[in-house]
């Protein structure tokens, strides 16, 4: 018989990584080269935003460190000052909204110069973004795949953290079997962005490791009490007290641009117009969801690289604080379990080797913020879909092991 006849009418692995990567790189060049086109020096071609966007507030953070304004970091009107002793007036609103202790990463970045810094910040999340993934991912498609993928050009343009904190979640995930201290120091440092970590410590009080727990809560501990040392205590009140209340009416209001670039279940019910109750229905809802699919990919699933992947996609589907420059973990996901769809012999869902579908998935970000405004959540959609092909893979394998 021809061996033609047993060939999937889509694109084989190879294929799929091929035609991505062209795709991924057209975007960008696209995408990058309009926008440094319009740059004018500082400012962002939207006219307001400077370039890098939100690093504005990391930078200026670690400004403020070595000239002794970290106290203005949580008051609007102080804030707003300082910042534009460097940047000039603006209609932007920056907020610095991350906790005390990030004072202590972004801190060398305030001793170099905006632009110096910025390429430096944009170059070391990239680096550290491949690095945690790099034993993921063998083959330079996948890469360039990562490299390539919406969520990691948002970042970069939006002079985001959502690489740093892939980075510290995947590479401390790794580590956490024959490294936990290791790996417990790491959780420690991404409790800079909290929201990510709450179905990691799941995971791990499901698996026993404790060490990693230990270690995680003692690093969290000692570096809220040393910024507390070096910058104040009033500095945590403060955070607590104006800038948590502060993050809460942004999510919970309107608020331009900023409504349309946060996935979650919570987000989606305000931007319909619906009540803060009910936004929280339907995200208590999802979470509930989150919860269950965890525990039992966790306790019944065998495949590791599955487990990272359901771990990693609901992280996004959890918090109802989750921006599309978070999604550098969903691109982990998604990549994770294409590797696993296309190396299965069984040809029973032919349609999930085709290009297209992971195009669209990796495309999430993007759509996201392009469709939100017509009330369609894209992001929240791809989520839970991806989530349940993962349990969907995961229970195939349970029952083929038997």
Request: hydrophobic share 50%; with cysteine; glycine share 10%.
């Given at each position: 018989m021809d061996s033609?006849?047993?060939?999937?009418?889509?694109?084989?692995?190879q294929s799929l990584f091929r035609v991505t990567a062209v795709l991924y790189l057209i975007i960008i060049v696209l995408a990058v080269g309009a926008y440094f086109f319009n740059v004018d020096g500082l400012m962002d071609p939207n006219g307001d935003d400077r370039v890098g966007r939100d690093f504005v507030n990391f930078w200026s953070g670690g400004a403020a460190v070595w000239s002794g304004n970290?106290?203005?970091?949580?008051?609007?009107?102080a804030y707003d000052a300082f910042i534009a002793r460097y940047f000039g007036e603006f209609s932007t609103i920056y907020a610095f909204s991350y906790p005390p202790h990030v004072l202590f990463l972004l801190a060398p970045f305030g001793l170099l110069g905006y632009i110096p810094a910025l390429i430096v910040w944009s170059?070391?999340?990239?680096?550290?973004?491949?690095?945690?993934?790099?034993?993921?991912?063998?083959?330079?498609?996948?890469?360039?795949?990562?490299?390539?993928?919406?969520?990691t050009l948002i970042c970069l343009m939006?002079?985001?953290?959502?690489?740093?904190a892939a980075a510290l979640f995947i590479g401390g995930y790794q580590l956490k079997d024959k490294y936990p201290l290791l790996a417990g120091v790491i959780f420690g440092l991404l409790t800079v962005k909290p929201q990510l970590g709450v179905l990691?410590?799941?995971?791990?009080?499901i698996t026993g490791n404790w060490r990693a727990i230990m270690t995680a809560v003692a690093t969290t501990l000692a570096l809220i009490s040393a910024s507390a040392n070096a910058f104040g205590a009033g500095l945590w009140v403060d955070f607590i007290g104006k800038t948590m209340p502060y993050q809460k009416q942004i999510l919970s209001e309107d608020f331009g641009g900023f409504d349309h670039m946060v996935p979650s279940a919570y987000k989606f019910i305000i931007n319909i117009g619906g009540s803060d109750s009910a936004a929280w229905v339907a995200q208590g809802a999802v979470m509930v969801f989150c919860i269950i699919a965890l525990l039992w990919g966790y306790l019944q699933g065998r495949n590791a690289r599955l487990k990272l992947a359901l771990l990693c996609v609901l992280t996004g589907l959890f918090s109802p604080y989750i921006a599309v420059y978070d999604m550098p973990l969903y691109t982990v996901g998604v990549m994770l379990l294409a590797g696993h769809v296309m190396n299965q012999k069984q040809s029973g869902a032919a349609w999930l080797s085709h290009p297209f579908l992971w195009i669209v998935l990796l495309l999430a970000p993007y759509f996201n913020i392009a469709l939100s405004p017509m009330h369609i959540p894209f992001?929240?959609?791809?989520?839970i879909f991806v989530s349940g092909l993962i349990l969907r893979a995961l229970k195939g394998e349970a029952v083929a092991l038997g």
């Open positions: 033609s006849q047993h060939q999937s009418p889509y694109l084989d692995r970290a106290g203005t970091l949580y008051d609007h009107a170059l070391g999340g990239v680096a550290a973004y491949f690095a945690a993934a790099r034993s993921l991912f063998k083959r330079n498609a996948d890469r360039a795949i990562l490299a390539f993928a919406p969520a939006s002079g985001q953290t959502g690489l740093y990691l410590a799941i995971v791990l009080l992001g929240l959609i791809c989520m």
